[in-house]
């Protein structure tokens, strides 16, 4: 795999969120690093998540930290069922 290509693995998020900002700023600001935040995205289904490199802006739902690092490139694009 190149360095430019992305990794997309469907299925739940594997790791613990131990926090969540509303933005990458604010995550910054409370001293963590981007290697361990993660941006949670949605698209045009509500019902697919996407967390990724936390450069992400559109679309943002949150920013999460977790204790496990990302490459940069990795995706996980997790699909959930509306509560009813």
Do not use: C
């Amino acid at each position: 795999m190149s360095a430019t290509e992305q990794n997309y693995i469907v299925g739940d998020f594997p790791f613990a969120v131990i926090k969540q900002f509303p933005n990458l700023p604010a995550a910054l600001a409370a001293g963590h690093t981007r290697e361990h935040l993660w941006s949670i995205t949605e698209g045009d289904d509500p019902d697919v998540w996407l967390y990724g490199p936390p450069h992400h802006y559109v679309n943002l739902l949150s920013v999460a930290l977790t204790a496990e690092a990302h490459d940069g490139r990795t995706y996980y694009e997790e699909h959930f069922e509306p509560i009813e």
